[in-house]
Protein backbone atom coordinates (compact mmCIF):
# COMPACT_ATOMS: atom_id res chain seq x y z
CA UNK A 1 0.00 0.00 0.00
CA UNK A 2 1.43 3.64 -0.68
CA UNK A 3 1.96 6.30 1.73
CA UNK A 4 1.58 9.53 1.72
CA UNK A 5 3.09 12.49 3.90
CA UNK A 6 1.29 15.37 5.11
CA UNK A 7 1.48 18.10 7.91
CA UNK A 8 -1.37 18.12 10.27
CA UNK A 9 -3.30 21.12 9.38
CA UNK A 10 -3.76 22.28 12.57
CA UNK A 11 -0.52 21.97 14.78
CA UNK A 12 1.66 21.28 11.73
CA UNK A 13 2.80 17.79 12.64
CA UNK A 14 3.79 14.92 10.29
CA UNK A 15 1.09 12.28 9.73
CA UNK A 16 1.51 9.33 7.70
CA UNK A 17 -1.73 8.14 5.48
CA UNK A 18 -2.39 5.23 3.00
CA UNK A 19 -3.12 5.87 0.23
CA UNK A 20 -7.14 4.90 0.54
CA UNK A 21 -7.94 7.14 3.72
CA UNK A 22 -10.25 9.01 3.90
CA UNK A 23 -9.64 10.36 7.38
CA UNK A 24 -6.63 12.39 8.73
CA UNK A 25 -6.10 12.06 12.33
CA UNK A 26 -3.23 13.58 13.85
CA UNK A 27 -0.90 11.65 16.54
CA UNK A 28 -0.45 15.03 18.63
CA UNK A 29 -3.43 17.56 18.51
CA UNK A 30 -6.08 14.36 17.70
CA UNK A 31 -7.85 16.56 15.35
CA UNK A 32 -10.08 14.40 12.98
CA UNK A 33 -10.17 15.80 9.33
CA UNK A 34 -12.14 14.14 6.29
CA UNK A 35 -9.91 14.36 2.85
CA UNK A 36 -12.34 15.36 0.02
CA UNK A 37 -11.17 16.63 -3.59
CA UNK A 38 -12.43 17.82 -6.71
CA UNK A 39 -12.16 14.70 -8.73
CA UNK A 40 -9.80 12.16 -8.00
CA UNK A 41 -6.70 12.35 -5.36
CA UNK A 42 -3.38 13.96 -7.23
CA UNK A 43 0.29 13.08 -5.72
CA UNK A 44 3.59 14.09 -6.23
CA UNK A 45 6.63 11.98 -6.13
CA UNK A 46 9.05 13.66 -3.61
CA UNK A 47 12.58 14.52 -4.89
CA UNK A 48 15.67 16.49 -4.23
CA UNK A 49 15.95 18.91 -7.04
CA UNK A 50 14.91 22.71 -7.10
CA UNK A 51 11.03 22.38 -7.51
CA UNK A 52 10.97 25.45 -9.70
CA UNK A 53 12.78 22.92 -12.56
CA UNK A 54 11.02 20.11 -12.18
CA UNK A 55 8.60 19.06 -15.63
CA UNK A 56 5.90 16.84 -13.55
CA UNK A 57 4.66 14.17 -15.93
CA UNK A 58 1.37 12.78 -15.13
CA UNK A 59 0.85 9.07 -14.57
CA UNK A 60 -3.38 7.01 -13.74
CA UNK A 61 -3.00 5.04 -10.63
CA UNK A 62 -5.55 2.72 -10.52
CA UNK A 63 -6.65 -0.79 -8.72
CA UNK A 64 -9.61 -2.45 -9.31
CA UNK A 65 -10.86 -5.18 -11.76
CA UNK A 66 -11.09 -5.65 -15.32
CA UNK A 67 -14.02 -7.64 -16.78
CA UNK A 68 -13.82 -9.19 -20.18
CA UNK A 69 -16.76 -11.21 -21.62
CA UNK A 70 -15.34 -13.72 -23.97
CA UNK A 71 -17.60 -16.68 -25.13
CA UNK A 72 -17.87 -19.54 -23.26
CA UNK A 73 -17.84 -17.23 -20.23
CA UNK A 74 -16.88 -14.00 -18.64
CA UNK A 75 -13.19 -13.37 -17.83
CA UNK A 76 -11.70 -11.09 -15.09
CA UNK A 77 -8.19 -10.38 -13.75
CA UNK A 78 -7.39 -7.71 -10.84
CA UNK A 79 -5.23 -5.20 -12.09
CA UNK A 80 -2.83 -2.80 -9.81
CA UNK A 81 -0.73 -0.66 -11.77
CA UNK A 82 0.04 2.99 -13.01
CA UNK A 83 0.41 3.83 -16.72
CA UNK A 84 1.29 7.24 -18.47
CA UNK A 85 -1.15 9.74 -18.26
CA UNK A 86 0.69 11.98 -20.96
CA UNK A 87 1.05 11.53 -24.85
CA UNK A 88 5.17 11.62 -24.74
CA UNK A 89 7.03 8.85 -26.54
CA UNK A 90 10.37 7.30 -24.89
CA UNK A 91 9.28 7.95 -21.54
CA UNK A 92 8.44 4.75 -18.95
CA UNK A 93 5.02 3.96 -19.78
CA UNK A 94 4.75 2.64 -16.13
CA UNK A 95 6.24 4.10 -12.38
CA UNK A 96 7.11 0.46 -11.27
CA UNK A 97 7.79 -0.11 -7.69
CA UNK A 98 9.18 3.68 -7.16
CA UNK A 99 5.83 4.99 -5.34
CA UNK A 100 6.61 2.26 -3.01
CA UNK A 101 9.66 3.09 -1.71
CA UNK A 102 9.46 6.33 -1.29
CA UNK A 103 6.35 8.36 0.47
CA UNK A 104 4.29 10.70 -1.80
CA UNK A 105 2.82 14.23 -0.96
CA UNK A 106 -0.40 15.67 -1.87
CA UNK A 107 0.20 17.83 -5.25
CA UNK A 108 -1.36 21.61 -4.54
CA UNK A 109 -1.33 24.88 -5.52
CA UNK A 110 1.36 25.52 -3.64
CA UNK A 111 3.85 23.91 -5.95
CA UNK A 112 5.43 25.85 -8.45
CA UNK A 113 6.99 24.22 -10.41
CA UNK A 114 8.48 24.43 -14.13
CA UNK A 115 5.13 22.50 -15.34
CA UNK A 116 2.48 20.31 -14.61
CA UNK A 117 1.98 18.27 -17.87
CA UNK A 118 -2.10 18.12 -18.91
CA UNK A 119 -3.21 14.63 -17.95
CA UNK A 120 -5.23 12.65 -20.69
CA UNK A 121 -8.58 10.99 -19.68
CA UNK A 122 -8.54 8.07 -17.54
CA UNK A 123 -11.17 6.61 -20.42
CA UNK A 124 -9.22 7.75 -23.26
CA UNK A 125 -5.98 6.02 -21.39
CA UNK A 126 -8.24 2.94 -20.53
CA UNK A 127 -7.78 0.92 -23.69
CA UNK A 128 -4.21 1.51 -23.74
CA UNK A 129 -3.90 -0.28 -20.41
CA UNK A 130 -6.32 -2.78 -21.35
CA UNK A 131 -4.39 -3.56 -24.45
CA UNK A 132 -1.26 -3.83 -22.66
CA UNK A 133 -2.87 -6.29 -19.94
CA UNK A 134 -4.51 -8.28 -22.88
CA UNK A 135 -1.04 -8.95 -24.49
CA UNK A 136 0.53 -9.65 -20.81
CA UNK A 137 -2.68 -11.92 -20.25
CA UNK A 138 -2.69 -13.38 -23.63
CA UNK A 139 -6.72 -12.86 -23.71
CA UNK A 140 -6.61 -10.95 -27.20
CA UNK A 141 -4.36 -14.22 -28.15
CA UNK A 142 -6.89 -16.68 -27.61
CA UNK A 143 -10.33 -15.51 -27.53
CA UNK A 144 -12.47 -12.44 -29.19
CA UNK A 145 -13.11 -9.79 -26.05
CA UNK A 146 -16.63 -8.61 -27.13
CA UNK A 147 -16.82 -6.42 -24.38
CA UNK A 148 -14.29 -5.24 -21.55
CA UNK A 149 -14.81 -3.22 -18.30
CA UNK A 150 -12.52 -1.71 -15.40
CA UNK A 151 -14.20 -1.02 -12.01
CA UNK A 152 -12.01 0.53 -9.94
CA UNK A 153 -11.43 0.96 -6.10
CA UNK A 154 -8.78 3.49 -6.26
CA UNK A 155 -7.97 5.92 -9.09
CA UNK A 156 -5.49 8.88 -8.77
CA UNK A 157 -2.91 10.39 -10.48
CA UNK A 158 1.04 10.78 -9.33
CA UNK A 159 3.17 13.31 -10.72
CA UNK A 160 6.58 12.03 -11.53
CA UNK A 161 8.74 14.34 -11.23
CA UNK A 162 11.46 14.94 -14.64
CA UNK A 163 14.55 17.63 -15.09
CA UNK A 164 14.80 18.82 -18.77
CA UNK A 165 18.74 18.81 -19.12
CA UNK A 166 19.72 19.76 -23.07
CA UNK A 167 17.93 17.50 -25.28
CA UNK A 168 17.49 14.48 -22.59
CA UNK A 169 14.84 14.24 -19.97
CA UNK A 170 16.15 12.63 -16.75
CA UNK A 171 14.40 10.96 -14.29
CA UNK A 172 14.74 13.47 -11.01
CA UNK A 173 14.21 10.33 -8.55
CA UNK A 174 17.12 8.32 -10.41
CA UNK A 175 18.82 11.05 -11.24
CA UNK A 176 19.04 9.15 -14.90
CA UNK A 177 18.47 10.08 -18.21
CA UNK A 178 15.20 8.52 -19.12
CA UNK A 179 14.18 10.22 -22.97
CA UNK A 180 15.50 12.36 -25.85
CA UNK A 181 13.33 15.18 -26.53
CA UNK A 182 12.90 17.00 -30.00
CA UNK A 183 13.19 20.67 -29.79
CA UNK A 184 9.52 20.65 -30.67
CA UNK A 185 8.38 18.44 -27.52
CA UNK A 186 11.13 20.39 -25.44
CA UNK A 187 8.96 23.94 -26.39
CA UNK A 188 5.48 21.49 -25.20
CA UNK A 189 6.86 19.97 -22.08
CA UNK A 190 7.52 23.97 -20.82
CA UNK A 191 4.40 25.29 -21.66
CA UNK A 192 2.52 23.35 -19.29
CA UNK A 193 1.02 24.63 -16.27
CA UNK A 194 3.07 26.26 -13.46
CA UNK A 195 1.13 25.72 -10.41
CA UNK A 196 -1.91 23.48 -10.22
CA UNK A 197 -5.96 24.37 -9.86
CA UNK A 198 -5.93 21.11 -7.79
CA UNK A 199 -5.82 20.88 -4.20
CA UNK A 200 -6.89 18.07 -1.44
CA UNK A 201 -9.26 19.56 1.19
CA UNK A 202 -9.66 18.95 4.92
CA UNK A 203 -13.01 19.47 6.76
CA UNK A 204 -14.19 18.56 10.02
CA UNK A 205 -16.41 15.48 10.72
CA UNK A 206 -19.04 17.47 11.41
CA UNK A 207 -23.14 17.29 10.60
CA UNK A 208 -23.78 19.51 7.99
CA UNK A 209 -27.49 18.42 8.96
CA UNK A 210 -27.50 18.50 12.98
CA UNK A 211 -23.64 19.81 13.78
CA UNK A 212 -23.09 16.69 15.66
CA UNK A 213 -19.73 15.06 15.76
CA UNK A 214 -19.75 12.35 12.76
CA UNK A 215 -17.94 8.58 13.65
CA UNK A 216 -15.86 8.40 10.42
CA UNK A 217 -13.67 5.10 9.38
CA UNK A 218 -10.91 5.50 7.73
CA UNK A 219 -11.78 3.98 4.34
CA UNK A 220 -15.17 4.76 3.94
CA UNK A 221 -16.15 7.28 1.21
CA UNK A 222 -19.86 8.10 3.35
CA UNK A 223 -20.32 9.53 6.85
CA UNK A 224 -22.58 8.47 8.56
CA UNK A 225 -24.51 10.76 11.47
CA UNK A 226 -26.14 8.85 14.09
CA UNK A 227 -27.82 12.10 15.35
CA UNK A 228 -29.60 12.91 12.65
CA UNK A 229 -29.77 9.84 10.90
CA UNK A 230 -28.55 10.88 7.64
CA UNK A 231 -25.28 10.00 5.20
CA UNK A 232 -23.13 12.08 3.28
CA UNK A 233 -20.26 11.63 0.92
CA UNK A 234 -18.11 14.32 -0.55
CA UNK A 235 -18.48 16.22 -3.21
CA UNK A 236 -15.65 18.84 -4.40
CA UNK A 237 -14.98 19.78 -1.10
CA UNK A 238 -18.12 19.55 0.08
CA UNK A 239 -20.70 17.04 1.95
CA UNK A 240 -23.93 16.15 0.30
CA UNK A 241 -26.89 13.98 1.52
CA UNK A 242 -26.89 10.59 0.41
CA UNK A 243 -30.39 8.72 -0.07
CA UNK A 244 -30.46 5.59 1.30
CA UNK A 245 -32.69 2.99 2.30
CA UNK A 246 -32.09 -0.24 5.27
CA UNK A 247 -34.18 -3.44 4.24
CA UNK A 248 -36.05 -5.13 7.06
CA UNK A 249 -34.07 -7.15 9.63
CA UNK A 250 -34.88 -10.71 9.11
CA UNK A 251 -32.17 -11.87 10.94
CA UNK A 252 -30.49 -12.36 14.17
CA UNK A 253 -27.15 -10.54 14.78
CA UNK A 254 -26.82 -8.94 11.78
CA UNK A 255 -24.87 -6.80 10.28
CA UNK A 256 -25.69 -4.52 7.38
CA UNK A 257 -23.77 -4.45 4.63
CA UNK A 258 -23.98 -1.73 1.72
CA UNK A 259 -25.37 -2.37 -2.05
CA UNK A 260 -25.88 -0.21 -4.75
CA UNK A 261 -29.53 -0.28 -6.40
CA UNK A 262 -29.19 0.89 -9.75
CA UNK A 263 -32.19 1.66 -12.39
CA UNK A 264 -31.30 2.31 -16.13
CA UNK A 265 -32.77 2.38 -19.33
CA UNK A 266 -31.11 -0.38 -21.50
CA UNK A 267 -31.32 0.30 -25.38
CA UNK A 268 -30.96 -2.51 -27.79
CA UNK A 269 -32.51 -5.22 -25.89
CA UNK A 270 -35.54 -6.14 -24.70
CA UNK A 271 -34.60 -5.16 -20.75
CA UNK A 272 -36.85 -3.03 -18.65
CA UNK A 273 -39.43 -5.39 -16.57
CA UNK A 274 -38.50 -8.57 -14.12
CA UNK A 275 -40.49 -10.43 -16.61
CA UNK A 276 -37.95 -9.27 -19.06
CA UNK A 277 -34.96 -10.30 -16.56
CA UNK A 278 -36.43 -13.78 -15.70
CA UNK A 279 -36.70 -14.42 -19.69
CA UNK A 280 -32.68 -13.15 -20.59
CA UNK A 281 -31.63 -14.86 -17.08
CA UNK A 282 -33.38 -18.31 -17.72
CA UNK A 283 -34.42 -17.99 -13.71
CA UNK A 284 -36.35 -21.27 -12.65
CA UNK A 285 -39.61 -19.71 -11.90
CA UNK A 286 -42.45 -19.48 -13.91
CA UNK A 287 -43.55 -15.52 -15.27
CA UNK A 288 -46.03 -13.90 -13.01
CA UNK A 289 -48.14 -11.12 -15.29
CA UNK A 290 -47.20 -9.01 -13.05
CA UNK A 291 -44.16 -9.09 -13.23
CA UNK A 292 -44.44 -7.41 -16.88
CA UNK A 293 -44.36 -3.94 -15.25
CA UNK A 294 -42.08 -4.26 -12.37
CA UNK A 295 -39.32 -2.12 -12.70
CA UNK A 296 -35.85 -3.98 -13.08
CA UNK A 297 -33.39 -3.19 -10.77
CA UNK A 298 -29.72 -3.63 -11.34
CA UNK A 299 -27.59 -4.41 -8.22
CA UNK A 300 -24.16 -4.41 -7.08
CA UNK A 301 -21.87 -4.43 -4.13
CA UNK A 302 -20.70 -0.94 -2.46
CA UNK A 303 -17.96 -2.42 -0.57
CA UNK A 304 -14.36 -4.00 -1.98
CA UNK A 305 -14.63 -7.45 -2.65
CA UNK A 306 -12.83 -9.91 -5.16
CA UNK A 307 -14.05 -9.97 -8.56
CA UNK A 308 -15.33 -13.57 -8.55
CA UNK A 309 -17.52 -12.41 -5.54
CA UNK A 310 -18.85 -8.78 -6.85
CA UNK A 311 -19.67 -10.93 -10.04
CA UNK A 312 -21.98 -13.03 -7.92
CA UNK A 313 -23.71 -10.90 -5.15
CA UNK A 314 -24.32 -8.67 -8.74
CA UNK A 315 -26.27 -11.78 -10.70
CA UNK A 316 -27.82 -13.12 -7.02
CA UNK A 317 -29.74 -9.75 -6.06
CA UNK A 318 -30.72 -8.66 -10.07
CA UNK A 319 -31.98 -11.74 -9.40
CA UNK A 320 -33.93 -11.74 -6.56
CA UNK A 321 -34.60 -8.16 -6.72
CA UNK A 322 -35.07 -7.09 -2.93
CA UNK A 323 -38.26 -5.43 -1.94
CA UNK A 324 -37.84 -1.60 -2.35
CA UNK A 325 -39.49 -1.28 1.07
CA UNK A 326 -37.55 1.39 3.47
CA UNK A 327 -37.76 1.80 7.17
CA UNK A 328 -37.82 5.15 7.67
CA UNK A 329 -36.28 7.03 10.55
CA UNK A 330 -35.03 4.28 11.20
CA UNK A 331 -31.04 4.18 12.88
CA UNK A 332 -28.50 3.87 10.62
CA UNK A 333 -27.66 0.38 11.38
CA UNK A 334 -24.28 0.08 13.95
CA UNK A 335 -21.20 -0.77 12.29
CA UNK A 336 -21.65 -1.08 8.82
CA UNK A 337 -19.44 -2.07 6.12
CA UNK A 338 -17.90 0.28 4.61
CA UNK A 339 -19.12 1.86 2.03
CA UNK A 340 -15.96 1.73 -0.82
CA UNK A 341 -17.39 1.76 -3.91
CA UNK A 342 -18.88 4.75 -5.05
CA UNK A 343 -22.13 4.88 -7.50
CA UNK A 344 -20.03 6.06 -10.47
CA UNK A 345 -18.22 3.05 -10.65
CA UNK A 346 -20.85 0.37 -9.72
CA UNK A 347 -23.08 2.12 -12.37
CA UNK A 348 -20.61 0.63 -14.61
CA UNK A 349 -21.32 -3.02 -13.59
CA UNK A 350 -24.70 -2.36 -14.73
CA UNK A 351 -23.77 -4.00 -18.46
CA UNK A 352 -21.84 -6.71 -17.12
CA UNK A 353 -24.74 -7.83 -14.63
CA UNK A 354 -26.49 -8.09 -17.62
CA UNK A 355 -23.86 -10.26 -19.26
CA UNK A 356 -22.79 -12.36 -17.00
CA UNK A 357 -26.74 -13.01 -16.41
CA UNK A 358 -27.63 -13.82 -19.59
CA UNK A 359 -28.50 -17.86 -20.59
CA UNK A 360 -27.40 -18.06 -24.11
CA UNK A 361 -23.96 -15.61 -24.75
CA UNK A 362 -23.46 -16.81 -27.68
CA UNK A 363 -26.03 -15.06 -28.65
CA UNK A 364 -25.88 -12.18 -26.84
CA UNK A 365 -22.19 -11.38 -26.80
CA UNK A 366 -21.68 -10.41 -29.95
CA UNK A 367 -24.25 -7.83 -29.69
CA UNK A 368 -23.18 -6.57 -26.55
CA UNK A 369 -21.60 -3.75 -29.46
CA UNK A 370 -24.90 -1.74 -29.50
CA UNK A 371 -26.36 -1.97 -26.68
CA UNK A 372 -26.43 1.24 -24.51
CA UNK A 373 -27.03 1.35 -20.53
CA UNK A 374 -28.31 5.39 -20.14
CA UNK A 375 -28.12 5.50 -15.87
CA UNK A 376 -31.30 6.47 -14.74
CA UNK A 377 -30.70 6.56 -10.50
CA UNK A 378 -28.61 5.28 -7.80
CA UNK A 379 -29.62 3.92 -4.72
CA UNK A 380 -27.10 3.08 -1.26
CA UNK A 381 -29.27 -0.21 0.59
CA UNK A 382 -28.19 -1.79 3.63
CA UNK A 383 -28.98 -5.50 3.40
CA UNK A 384 -28.87 -7.11 6.74
CA UNK A 385 -26.81 -10.16 7.19
CA UNK A 386 -25.79 -12.80 10.03
CA UNK A 387 -22.48 -13.89 10.50
CA UNK A 388 -20.41 -15.92 12.42
CA UNK A 389 -16.70 -16.33 12.53
CA UNK A 390 -16.24 -17.06 8.65
CA UNK A 391 -18.91 -15.81 6.99
CA UNK A 392 -22.00 -13.37 5.84
CA UNK A 393 -25.22 -15.09 5.82
CA UNK A 394 -28.46 -13.86 4.50
CA UNK A 395 -30.76 -16.82 4.81
CA UNK A 396 -33.79 -15.11 3.27
CA UNK A 397 -32.18 -14.55 0.05
CA UNK A 398 -29.23 -17.81 0.17
CA UNK A 399 -26.69 -15.34 -0.33
CA UNK A 400 -23.08 -15.96 1.97
CA UNK A 401 -19.78 -13.84 1.87
CA UNK A 402 -16.79 -15.70 2.95
CA UNK A 403 -15.50 -12.63 5.35
CA UNK A 404 -11.84 -13.58 4.00
CA UNK A 405 -13.13 -12.41 0.73
CA UNK A 406 -13.78 -8.79 2.05
CA UNK A 407 -9.92 -8.62 3.78
CA UNK A 408 -7.91 -10.08 0.95
CA UNK A 409 -6.36 -8.10 -1.37
CA UNK A 410 -6.38 -8.53 -4.08
CA UNK A 411 -9.73 -7.17 -4.10
CA UNK A 412 -11.80 -4.44 -5.77
ZN1 LIG B 1 -2.41 17.97 14.64
ZN1 LIG C 1 -26.64 14.98 12.00
Not at 120 to 133: A, D, G, M, V, Y
Not at 373 to 401: D, G, M, T, W
Request: charged fraction near 20%; hydrophobic fraction near 40%.
Amino acid sequence: MWQIEHQCPQCGAPVTLQENDRLLKCGYCRVELYITSEGCMRYCIPCSAPVEQIIYVPYWRFRGAAFYCTIPTMRHSFIDSTYIAADIKNIPEALGLRPQALKLRFASTDIKAAAFLPETSFKETLPLIQQRLSIAENISMITNVYYKEFIGENLSLIYAPYLLKGNMLYDAVLNRPAASIDPELQETLLTGDKQLKWKASFIPTLCPNCGADIKCTRHSLALACASCNTLWSQDNGTLSRMKFSILKNAERGTNHLPFWRMEAEINGIQLASYADLARHANLPKAVKPEWESMQLSFWAPAFNTTPEIFRRLSRQLTAIQPPSEQRINSAIPDNPLDITIPASEAIESIMLTLADISVDKKELYPKLKKIRVNPESARLVYIPFSYNSHEYINKQYCISIYKKSLDAAPSI
